[in-house]
């Protein structure tokens, strides 16, 4: 069982998170560069990750760091947290309101912790392992999550950004049988999606371009809640650089979908 210092710990650190993020969110003077990808980084993503990390090193030291903006603090301690500061920075910097700070503590290869914290919506998920997943809604309430029963496509609520990569995944005609295949479709979009999968509101998320801080903090809130994450061919997430969440019984009519697509793509 994860050592519950370390949730404790990720959840204190994710309060200072929120309160540098909202600090700065629907600032009128929130500077804002490209980075190389060409994706937006505000001062809000980097003020709050500087936070995080001195908090961390306060509290952990020997542990390692890797995080969207100032990269990556290796340790042979076999320990490190995942960072992504501000999930969501579009949505961000232009007053949507879907965004947060994304935390997770990975061990020997496995993560154990994630926090999800969305200061803006009021909302806030949460899970170490064998120990449950649970989140905080806007009336200051906890309970504990539980994804959904459902059993068939037809039945399924699916959650997906765009079309963007799935082509060079080789998986864009599954992506659209799958879409065609669903009761319901709708792009949440980044971290809620996601969650939402492990809260039971949707049944099945799929994100084809992922960096491991989009995605760390995900894993054991997803799967304490009795779904699953893998990447679009059943692998690990992490490795796959992709996330396909459900709610565990759709899993493998998901999988199937996805990497065996009619042959008119």
């Known amino acids: 069982m994860t050592d ?20 700065y969110y629907l600032s009128d003077d929130l500077r804002v560069d490209t980075k190389p990808d060409r994706s937006p980084v ?16 306060a509290a952990r030291p020997g542990d390692g760091v890797l ?26 910097l232009r007053g949507v309101p879907v965004w947060c700070t994304l935390l997770a503590l990975e061990e020997d290869g496995e993560v154990t912790v994630g926090v999800a914290s969305a200061p803006a919506l009021g909302r806030r998920w949460w899970a170490a392992r064998d120990r449950g997943a649970f989140t905080s809604d806007v009336t200051g309430t906890t309970r504990r999550l539980h994804a959904s029963g459902v ?3 037809a039945d399924a609520s699916f959650s997906y950004s765009d079309e963007d990569y799935w082509q060079e995944r ?8 799958l879409i065609d295949s669903c009761w319901r479709t709708r792009a949440y979009g980044d971290f809620l999606s ?16 992922l960096a491991p801080w989009d995605m760390a903090a995900l894993i054991p809130i997803v799967t304490e809640s009795g779904g699953r994450i893998t990447d ?3 692998g690990p997430a992490l490795a796959g650089h992709c996330a396909v969440t459900t709610n565990g019984h759709l899993h493998d009519l998901v999988l199937g979908v996805l990497h065996d697509p009619p042959r008119n793509e």
């Open 194 to 209: 996601h969650v939402l999968v492990a809260e039971g509101a949707v049944d099945i998320a799929a994100e084809p371009a």
């Open 67 to 92: 995080g969207e903006e100032f990269g990556d603090a290796a340790t042979a301690r076999g320990r490190r947290w995942i960072v992504d500061p501000i999930d969501g920075t579009k949505n961000y």
């Open 170 to 177: 080789g998986a864009l005609a599954g992506l659209r049988t």
């Open 151 to 153: 059993t068939r496509l």
């Open 232 to 234: 679009y061919r059943g």
């Open 42 to 57: 505000t001062e809000a993503d980097r003020a709050c990750e500087r936070t995080i990390r001195d908090l961390l090193a």
């Open 4 to 23: 519950p210092d370390d949730l404790a710990l990720a959840l204190q650190i994710a309060d200072a998170a929120d309160r540098v993020s909202l600090s």
